[in-house]
Nanobody, 125 residues
């Protein structure tokens, strides 16, 4: 059974940092691209970052470029999202997801087939 479990969400002041983790199981993790998404209250879910199976290639939405870093440790089936210089607009539930394809618009939800339950990030000003 494919399972993705996020953790690490917390409350942080603007300008602060935190690291989210996603532990994967039930599939050959190192063969899959992975993504991070987020959903703020009253907003649609949006893609945040994407990483290749090896971890060599990463992609971000413009609003987080330079502040967020997606990485992975394939030895322990774990995906990470490092959030630095957090802004109040980063407040959202963050989800990891398994990708089944890759296109120019990597954030399309139809390119992902399994999702975690999410972890809450709250950034106060």
């Amino acid at each position: 059974q494919v399972q993705l479990v996020e953790s690490g969400g917390d409350s942080v002041q603007a300008g602060g940092s935190l690291r989210l983790s996603c532990v994967a199981s039930g599939f050959t993790y190192n063969r899959y691209r992975m993504g991070w998404f987020r959903q703020a209250p009253g907003k649609k879910r949006e893609g945040v970052a994407h990483i290749s199976a090896s971890g060599s290639n990463t992609y971000y939405i413009e609003s987080v470029e330079g502040r967020f870093t997606v990485s992975r440790d394939n030895a322990i089936n774990t995906l990470y999202l490092q959030i630095n210089s957090a802004k109040p607009e980063d407040t959202a539930i963050y989800y990891c997801a398994r990708a089944i394809g890759f296109r120019n618009n990597w954030s399309l939800e139809e390119l992902y087939d399994y999702w975690g339950q999410g972890t809450q990030v709250t950034v106060s000003s």
